[in-house]
Antibody, heavy 120, light 112 residues
Framework: QVQLQESGPGLVKPSQTLSLTCTVS??????????WSWIRQHPGKGLESIGY???????YYNPSLKSRVTISVDTSKNQFSLKLSSVTAADTAVYYC????????????WGQGTLVTVSS | QSVLTQPPSVSGAPGQRVTISCTGS?????????VHWYQQLPGTAPKLLIY???NRPSGVPDRFSGSKSGTSASLAITGLQAEDEADYYC????????????FGGGTKLTVL
């Protein structure tokens, strides 16, 4: 059974870059059967797709975040990562990683999520 | 403002049936893209509840069912139980947003 675990700093200063990593166990990212996503949830709010990556490195980013987002993959470590630059308080959220079915984009498995607070 | 529209809240008594709607447009649900539903229990990550409009992952009770028609989809829960109290989100794909996955704003289900 696949497991995903987010890791990274829980506190980031305004204008800096938020960096998170998702470590995958129980499946190989390079198997090619899935997309790998980042999603966030602002406190008390709904879900927002940030973007996703295929093991080849092909990416898609939410247009509203595209100028600040980079998602990358390290198949040797079975990890994928998120970088969000020039953060503000509006980027304070719980960040989730997920494994997504290619055929229909369903987010089949999720990490437990990690809260990132942007504050000086 | 979410691309997919859900009612903010629904409620029902134990044993009753409730439905949650998800309304989209011709660029997402109406274009034939699949709708998926997620259940988020308090303080936990979302969990896939329905995929491909009508399919349940292994382990999801058959009390949960999905449907889709035109530009809308629905999640039905029968035999309501206290543990069903959660937030529910629909999700699809939107062709006008360059491959974006889009979510509904979420619906809070209260079991009375």
């Amino acid at each position: 059974q696949v497991q995903l675990q987010e890791s990274g700093p829980g506190l980031v200063k305004p204008s800096q870059t938020l960096s998170l990593t998702c470590t995958v166990s129980g499946d190989s990212i390079s198997s090619g059967g899935y997309y790998w996503s980042w999603i966030r949830q602002h406190p008390g709010k709904g879900l927002e797709s940030i973007g996703y990556i295929y093991y080849t490195g092909r990416t898609y980013y939410n247009p509203s975040l595209k100028s600040r987002v980079t998602i990358s993959v390290d198949t040797s470590k079975n990890q994928f990562s998120l970088k969000l630059s020039s953060v503000t308080a509006a980027d304070t959220a719980v960040y989730y990683c997920s494994r997504d079915r290619i055929v229909d984009t369903a987010m089949e498995s999720w990490g437990q999520g990690t809260l990132v607070t942007v504050s000086s | 403002q979410s691309v997919l529209t859900q009612p903010p809240s629904v409620s029902g008594a134990p044993g009753q049936r409730v439905t949650i709607s998800c309304t989209g447009s011709s660029s997402n649900i109406g274009a034939g893209y699949d709708v998926h539903w997620y259940q988020q229990l308090p303080g936990t990550a979302p969990k896939l509840l329905i995929y491909g409009n009508i399919n349940r992952p292994s382990g999801v009770p058959d009390r949960f069912s999905g449907s889709k028609s035109g530009t809308s989809a629905s999640l039905a829960i029968t035999g309501l139980q206290a543990e069903d109290e959660a937030d529910y989100y629909c999700q699809s794909y939107d062709s006008t947003l360059s491959g974006s996955r889009v979510f509904g704003g979420g619906t809070k289900l209260t079991v009375l």
